[in-house]
């Protein structure tokens, strides 16, 4: 008999990771039924990354709402997969890294008796504040979970740490370095066709060193994202060589800084948030990248793009501890004088692009189907 699998998300960033592993189980079928169930926890942006990677859901929640809160997603998550989980009766339930849609479903899945997967578990910053409120959605799917599947050895060892059976846990790799490996062969195609990489085709200079900029996180509200755009603003301004790309993410937290400050200056081009093959290909063209994004941590280093990351903790130290990205928080002089570096010391850019990504080789997804596949 057929081995059940359920597969559920509900953001962009979890859809792209979970992506390449819905397509790793369809190569399976004579030994797994496996279905995938979406919460649009996000809604616009999720539709895109399933379309790009031709992924049709089986169950469809919908549950993004205007001025949602966590109270309310949490309750709806638990209460509407209910039903999804009585109808399908899955062995396994596999949730990725640290939403509400994951600690939610988790907790539903735990419910519902199913074998609960983890997908990039043990990652930990060790202050349950930072990230809000992903560390402690993470912590908790831990403590949840059958099976930890951890990009690297370092959360595998927070895991331990957390008294986790070794047994349970397998280093696999980020499973999005092999949704990366897939996207940037298919973007730099010549037949690929998409609307807003040609609108980048026509925005990005590419005479100059394009830094890439995006940025969300709720601690970097206020002051933080203020002195984000001063230290922008003054790279800009220094380096006319230099043109700075920044998809501005629709909270009005970031909208309201980032227009006062960065609007009209010539070399600054503030453009809406990209979907996820166009900001692929810009990733591509992009001399440095300045973030405050976790996913960006672990692509950008494939591509040989050095990262400066705009925050003060870091559930991915093996990225700072391997070089490949640096942490400067929103200290606006830090910001200015790391970017300034890299754009004129060659040898240090040249060594920064060039080492080794401490996420993997993009076979994540074949290992986890592997050992699923051996149990």
């Not at 008294?163 to 280093?171: G, H, Q, Y």
């Amino acid at each position: 008999m057929k081995k059940k699998n359920l597969i559920i998300f509900g953001t962009r960033p979890e859809a792209i990771k979970m992506a390449p592993l819905v397509k790793e189980f369809a190569k399976y079928n004579d030994v797994f039924d496996t279905k995938v169930c979406i919460t649009a926890q996000h809604r616009e942006m999720l539709d895109q990354v399933l379309e790009f990677f031709e992924i049709t859901p089986d169950f469809d929640m919908d549950l993004m709402k205007p001025n949602q809160n966590l109270y309310t997603l949490t309750a709806d998550i638990i209460t509407g997969l209910k039903p999804i989980l009585e109808e399908f009766q899955p062995d396994y339930v596999y949730v990725h890294g640290d939403t509400t849609t994951t600690m939610a479903s988790s907790i539903a899945a735990f419910y519902s008796g199913a074998q609960v997967c983890h997908v990039e578990a043990g990652l930990r910053t060790f202050n349950k504040r930072s990230p809000f409120p992903e560390e402690i959605n993470r912590s908790v799917t831990g403590r949840i979970s059958d099976f930890h599947f951890s990009p690297t050895t370092t959360s595998k060892t927070n895991l331990m740490n957390e008294n986790i059976n070794e047994d349970a846990i397998i280093v696999t790799g980020n499973t999005v370095i092999d949704a990366l490996h897939f996207s940037s062969e298919k973007v730099t195609s010549d037949d690929f066709k998409d609307e807003e990489v040609s609108f980048l085709k026509g925005v990005v200079d590419l005479t100059k060193k394009i830094i890439l900029v995006t940025g969300h996180r709720r601690e970097n509200h206020g002051q933080g994202f203020i002195d984000i755009c001063t230290a922008l603003r003054r790279l800009a301004e220094t380096n006319e060589d230099v043109q700075i790309i920044y998809p501005v993410h629709l909270n009005p937290n970031v909208q309201k800084p980032v227009y006062e400050l960065l609007d009209g200056i010539a070399n600054i081009q503030l453009i809406a948030p990209l979907s996820y093959p166009a900001f692929v290909w810009l990733m591509n063209q992009s001399y440095l990248i300045i973030t405050d994004s976790g996913g960006v941590q672990e692509e950008a280093p494939s591509l040989g793009k050095p990262v400066l990351v705009m925050r003060n903790t870091t559930e991915r130290p093996e990225a700072v501890d391997a070089g490949t990205v640096l942490l400067v928080g929103t200290d606006k002089d830090k910001i200015v004088q790391e970017a300034q570096d890299l754009l004129n010391n060659k040898n240090r850019y040249s060594s920064m692009s060039k080492l080794h990504n401490p996420y993997g080789d993009g076979s994540a997804c074949s290992q986890i189907v592997n050992y699923i596949k051996e149990l």
